[in-house]
């Protein structure tokens, strides 16, 4: 019996390890078909990205629209688009991420379909392509997965054309005309377009049939329509026969940020005068002038074509804010409408007949203003520019022109100008120093006093400032110091000087705005040689700085300080003289 009941109970245990093994083994298979499915489901589900339009065109927006497409048989949830567009191309949907694309589905069914449309403006080269990346980020019940996506579209041409065209022969130093055309080859309507010049070192800029919207180099054309066109004529010279790049780059704006739409270069081919002509200032060319100068120019010539020049002529036009016209004189006739001096065979007999190998010179004089004209903060880099034009009728039979021409263009830089202005003060609330001491000084006993330094700077940007001034005798630095910039004064022990250095100072300071000001305080002691006398609290003030405009040094001083503190209204001159 024992036996029996022993032989059940183990059958009873393998029918139960049977079974365990079988619900282990079912849920081994579930959970294996279970994370099949779920793997598997990434292969069940479509992206596409695709241009809605059939071409793309750089600089002329297009849509993209993204399809995503569950085959599964579950829901996809926080189905999420990140799409990186790289630098070829921007997306018009926000301002501050224009590279990547972030766009959130929500969920999509089971044999669902969800639809994005996304704009783009492409920025990239035409007839290349470019790949747009990404990934798709979804849920299926507790589990996250990510699909990596891509597309590759073709940027197929641009969208404006420029052409430039330019004189068949262009002499060294004479005036000719460049004429930029433009269009829009699409019918997509442009509402913010400008023109950007880049212009070789050599060439000077005179004018153009439009204003410039920006110094002299930029035009803002605004509203192109589709198929429309335009054009912009520009007049200037070449100096000399370097090699002469001119580029023309037009330009977009979408969303506050300025694209690139197109960009073409032109070589400029130089042929050079057979006449000689040139400027100079008092004999020389690369004059840096002050303000209120008088200056002496020369314009010289000489026929080298190898005929007899008939009826030659000679213009100046004289351009600069601060040319001094009451002050001009020369015996040219003044075309007082252009500001524009002009010699011929009336004024100089000479010029009638000018035969091969002669030369000659013209010449004027005029004063500057003594001040700068500024009004804003804008009115910086002054300079002056006379545009010299050497013509005859007479045309050697190598030219292919209808007149002999010779030009010059000369421009002359205006160095700036900084003033430093040293005041003394024993009652000077508003600095928040406050100075103790006897007023009238005494022989042997402490007085402070603060000092400031107020600086003034007008047309160009400096660099490199120092101001500094000695301390006399009887007198101490107390280490009180303060400025309105970054930088304060300090004490020089050895050489027993204060010593301010500044970086730099913008142009205006002091004259639109606020000056660049510090203030120090001192301590002076006087003895019995200075009874019955002013003492001296500060030798004279120096400032050094280099014009970064004219690259030239410029200097300001202000007088020495004494306790005749002549700024310093609640002290009158006699408090000022020391007692015993």
Not at 403 to 432: C, E, H, I, W
């Amino acid at each position: 019996m024992a036996k029996k009941k022993e032989d059940k109970g183990l059958s009873f245990l393998r029918q139960l390890t049977i079974i365990m093994g079988l619900i282990a083994l079912a849920i081994v298979a579930g959970v294996g078909i279970f994370f099949f499915s779920y793997s598997s489901s990434d292969y069940e589900i479509n992206v596409d990205i695709n241009p809605v339009e059939e071409e793309v065109v750089k600089s002329v927006p297009f849509e993209i629209e993204v399809e995503v497409n569950n085959q599964t048989q579950s829901f996809l949830k926080d189905v999420e688009i990140m799409l990186d567009l790289k630098e070829d191309f921007k997306s018009l949907e926000y301002n501050d991420q224009q590279s990547v694309i972030r766009g959130n589905i929500g969920t999509i069914g089971e044999k669902g379909l969800s639809k994005r449309t996304y704009r783009i403006l492409p920025t990239g080269e035409p007839g290349l392509e470019y790949e747009i990346t990404g990934s798709l980020s979804y849920s299926i019940g507790k589990t996250s997965f990510e699909k990596e996506i891509s597309k590759k579209i073709k940027i197929d041409k641009s969208a404006i054309s420029v052409n430039i065209k330019k004189p068949e022969q262009i002499l060294a130093g004479s005036t000719f005309d460049i004429k930029v055309n433009y269009k829009n080859k699409t019918d997509f309507n442009f509402s913010d377009l400008g023109l950007e010049i880049s212009y070789p070192d050599n060439f000077n800029y005179m004018s153009s049939n439009l204003a410039p919207s920006s110094f002299n180099n930029y035009w803002n054309i605004g509203t192109l329509k589709g198929g429309g066109e335009g054009s912009l004529v520009i007049k200037g010279s070449l100096s000399n026969s370097e090699e002469s790049i001119f580029g023309v780059s037009v330009l977009s704006n979408f969303l506050n940020k300025s694209y690139l739409v197109s960009e073409t270069k032109y070589q400029l081919e130089i042929e050079k005068s057979p006449v000689s002509f040139n400027i100079k200032i008092s004999g020389n060319e690369n004059y840096v002038a002050k303000i209120g100068d008088n200056l002496h120019y020369e314009l010289s010539y000489k026929n080298g074509t190898g005929i007899t020049l008939n009826n030659s002529k000679i213009k100046a036009e004289l351009v600069g804010d601060l040319l001094d016209f009451t002050t001009l004189t020369s015996n040219a006739r003044l075309d007082s409408l252009n500001n524009t001096l002009i010699w011929d065979r009336t004024t100089n007999p000479e010029l009638k007949t000018l035969n091969p190998g002669e030369s000659g010179t013209v010449d004027f004089s005029i004063n500057l203003k003594s001040a700068f004209p500024i009004q804003r903060l804008g009115d910086k880099n002054f300079d002056l520019r006379v545009n010299g034009k050497f013509e005859s009728p007479s045309v050697p039979y190598y030219l292919s022109a209808n007149k002999t021409t010779a030009g010059k263009v000369l421009n002359t830089k205006v160095q700036g100008m900084v003033m430093v202005d040293a005041q003394g003060f024993y009652r000077d609330a508003p600095s928040g120093i406050v100075n103790e001491g006897t007023i009238p000084p005494k022989v042997g006993k402490p007085t402070e006093y603060t000092v400031h330094w107020v600086i003034r700077n007008y047309s160009t940007d400096i660099k490199d400032v120092i101001v500094s001034a000695g301390l006399p005798d009887g007198v101490s630095w107390t280490g009180e110091v303060k400025s309105n910039i970054d930088t304060v004064p300090s004490y020089d022990k050895d050489k027993k000087k204060v010593v301010w250095k500044i970086d730099n100072i913008k142009a205006t300071r002091g004259v639109i705005t606020s000056p660049v000001e510090a203030i120090f305080q001192i301590k002076a002691v006087p003895d019995n040689r200075d009874v019955g006398q002013f003492q001296s609290l500060l030798a004279n003030t120096r400032l050094e700085a280099i014009d970064m405009f004219t690259n030239k040094k410029l200097q300001a001083s202000d007088t020495f300080l004494n306790t005749n503190l002549v700024s310093d209204n609640s002290v009158e001159m006699s408090q000022g003289i020391v007692i015993r």
